[in-house]
């Protein structure tokens, strides 16, 4: 009965942390690491920064997949299960309709919301789908302070032991933050175009962090109608836009086909893959220096 009137792979999620119980406590025997569970990559290596060898991290997206309409594996399943906390990013896709019956089902799993201080507390375990930022938000030095400070925070809360190894680390992160937001800002001093093309809107945060105006060729989540592409090309033509993003995970023909039409180049970005720092630096010299060698599908 159940099971008809939930989403298959949260039926698999349910059922999977009562058939891992008893194997997951073996496992917390077997390791003396805090295990975690975190949404995306970047998460994840925020996290690893920050507590380093304390704690053994599992990133439940993988590389390439798309969080809208992203479906669970059994290793997923089997990660909540055995993890003490759950760290997920706020209103990414599958999380909208997720979480709150992951807390209900599982209220030994603690469920941290990364962007707790951009979109107050009157959010959390809420299953809205409405958010007051974008979703993206580690895309910018902003998001990744937010992000880093309640991982920060929540491990303190949860292992009060290390304390003095988080602090290290947090203040690591936060130095190296520090330092990538100096070299934003001194590059983007300066460029050709303060706007650009993206399909997804995923640089939103980033755009207003330094004056940016992005151009989203994607409706509300669906395939742009012409109207909108005509209307889109226009604008752009007038701001003189010089790249178009496309995220790692759509289809480029579209976008190709954009960029071709105003004489600019398509560059791929990988918004949820590990490296956030490499990402940031990838959009910026994209959008600073349009002679450079920058990968392009």
Excluded at 128 to 142: E, I, K, M, N, Q
Aim: aromatic share 6%; proline share 5%.
């Amino acid at each position: 009965m159940i099971c008809s009137s939930l989403h298959r792979p949260l039926c698999a999620l349910l059922l999977g942390i009562g058939l891992l119980t008893s194997s997951c406590q073996q496992g917390e025997q077997r390791s003396t690491r805090l295990q975690i569970a975190t949404t995306i990559a970047p998460a994840a290596q925020v996290i690893t920064e920050i507590a380093d060898s304390l704690v053994a991290v599992t990133t439940l997206l993988p590389q390439g997949n798309n969080p809208e309409n992203y479906e669970p594996t059994p290793q997923a399943i089997q990660a909540l299960a055995s993890s003490t906390a759950y760290f997920y990013m706020g209103d990414l896709g599958f999380e909208r309709s997720w979480v709150e019956r992951i807390h209900t089902m599982q209220p030994a799993l603690q469920l941290v919301r990364l962007d707790q201080d951009l979109v107050g507390p009157a959010h959390h375990h809420s299953g809205s789908s409405a958010h007051l930022h974008d979703p993206h938000y580690w895309t910018s030095v902003r998001g990744l302070q937010s992000m880093g400070k309640s991982i920060y925070n929540s491990l303190c809360r949860i292992d009060t032991t290390h304390r003095a190894q988080y602090d290290a680390g947090y203040q690591r992160f936060v130095h190296r933050l520090e330092h990538v937001e100096r070299t934003i800002k001194e590059q983007l001093s300066d460029i050709p175009s303060r706007a650009f093309v993206i399909y997804h809107p995923s640089l939103s945060e980033f755009a207003e962090e330094y004056g940016l105006k992005q151009l989203v060729i994607e409706q509300d989540g669906k395939e742009p109608t012409p109207q909108h592409i005509q209307a889109l090309i226009e604008e752009a033509g007038r701001l003189g836009v010089r790249v178009v993003f496309i995220q790692q995970e759509f289809d480029s023909k579209l976008i190709e086909s954009i960029a071709k039409e105003l004489g600019a180049r398509m560059v791929v970005i990988n918004p949820l893959g590990g490296d956030w720092e490499e990402q940031l630096l990838l959009i910026t010299r994209a959008l600073s220096d349009t002679t450079s060698s920058i990968p392009t599908r």
